[in-house]
């Protein structure tokens, strides 16, 4: 039995659907079970969340007893702030677990997770040094500032010591943490990519992954059959959170400037800025969708020409990126973080600069042969065998520790 465990984000994103796609894999793929502890930081206020973080963490209890009622013998957890924090990890061991710390983002040494702030990347937070947040205010109001400065400094060596393996998503990341100061013993830290699910038989076949039969036509979460290739071409696509850092005003402005048109799908705190912009162009070409299903986005995937990754910041892999990939589309990314592991030099633009965007837009808009060497690229990295394989690496070193 694995129990994973992970605090939900008031706005979900790309984290929440890893997790999901673990459980699957867990389950589907390497035969245990697996369950969820759950706590969702949309269901307190702000000055309790902030209380819960300076204690690392409330209810450890909760915690302890569902590690001994599931047997579980792994703890898997993911993001711990604010609710659940370095208590919940000391509980799960204190009642027989042992644990895996699932760092997807910056969280152990950045208070937003993703090292972005007033406008530009930011990595001035060191270790324990977290004054450089507090005094640029990037959590917002000064007092959550000041929670999260605290308890990071407090707290984050005692987090890391709790954990008996840490995996993080891509090599890009792990450098990022060192760089950052993080408490971490680099030389045993992991790199696990999510698995993708869209990638079954048919990339596993590409690949040489063997055991596996070419499987039916490609069909949502619903059921229901994809819209054949030759559907494709009508727009561009882009799946996000509704960030800052994200850079959807970038693929707003390259789409209007190229005349194509843009499908966003994503919520978060810029919708409303961003809707002002796709005002400016002709009605129709820059739609704003709001939140979709797995099944939506799949069928949105399934009609595009092209998927768009426009960040700011550096990404610690690019779930949405991968995802496009493995949907056999051509992607353009900017050229930090991860997504550079990703993609060919050709599909990386400049972070912020609308023209190469534009033009690159139009010299990859629906270029078939780029989805299929990208199907086949992430295939090696995502496909749920490959990474089944690596986490059952993790799960058995535990017990060989």
Known sequence: MILFLHNRYRVAGGEERTVEDL????????????????????????????????????????????????????????????????????????????VVLHLHQYRLVCAVGVCYTQGERCTRCHARNTIPGLLRGCRGSRAEAVSYAASLALWQSRLAGLADAVVVPSAFARERLRELGAPLDFDRVRVLPPPIRALGAVAAQQIGVPGRQPEAPM???????????DARGRYALLASRLAPEKGIDVAIEACIAAGRRLLVAGDGPERERLQRLAGRAPEGQIELLGAVSRSQLAQLRAGAALALSPSRSEETFGIAVAEAMAAGLPVIASDLGAPAELLPPEALVPAGDVRVLADRIESMWGDAQAGAHNRIRIGELCAPEAVAAKLAEVYDGLAAA
Do not use: I
């Not at 069909?219 to 290739?229: F, S, V």
């Open 23 to 98: 459980m699957w894999l867990v389950q589907a793929h390497l035969g245990e079970q697996a369950q969820l502890l759950s706590r969702d930081s949309a269901t307190v206020r702000r000055t309790h969340a902030a209380m819960a973080l300076l204690r690392g963490g409330e209810r450890p209890a909760d915690v302890a007893a569902a590690v001994r009622r599931s047997g579980a013998r792994v703890l898997h957890a993911h993001n711990l702030n604010p609710l659940l924090g370095w208590r919940a990890l000391e509980a799960a061991r204190g009642a027989g677990a042992r």
């Open 219 to 229: 069909r949502d979460d619903a059921g229901e059959r994809a819209p054949d290739a």
